[in-house]
């Protein structure tokens, strides 16, 4: 008779093992998706900023400007992201964009801001 209560509390332990398990990884899925997000826009920001200096050479910065907060309102940022600086180096001659901003990621029990830069240079 002994056996059988000791089975069932093992079975007991393996049943809540598996509960704070799963609750465990749905907790780090939840956290991982919403960090995910910032830093996914944040290189497709960096990609529209690369295509968008592809035409460094032939146009001005308010186009290239244009072309990035069509790009930046398409893609759901904060404000933030639409103040875009340019940098004319002159030799090598080349123009740089730089475009700060910050997310935030809510976590279970806390909200945490996430600072995003992106930078790109592109010789002409």
């Not at 900023?49 to 035409?55: C, I, P, R």
């Not at 244009?66 to 790009?71: A, F, G, M, P, V």
């Not at 030799?91 to 964009?97: C, D, K, S």
Request: hydrophobic content about 50%; some cysteine.
């Amino acid at each position: 008779m002994k056996q059988s209560a000791v089975r069932k509390n093992r079975a007991g332990g393996v049943k809540a093992g598996l509960l704070v398990f799963v609750l465990v990884a749905v907790a780090l899925t939840y956290c991982g998706f919403e960090f995910l997000g910032p830093y996914w826009r944040r290189y497709k920001l960096e990609e529209a900023a690369v295509q968008a200096l592809g035409f460094a050479g032939q146009a001005t910065d308010e186009a290239i400007r244009d072309r990035l907060l069509d790009d930046i309102a398409g893609m759901d940022l904060p404000p933030q992201a639409s103040q875009i600086n340019f940098v004319h180096i002159p030799n090598p001659r080349a123009l740089q964009v730089t475009i700060s901003y910050a997310e935030t990621a809510n976590l279970l029990i806390t909200t945490v801001e996430l600072p995003m830069s992106v930078e790109v240079r592109r010789a002409f």
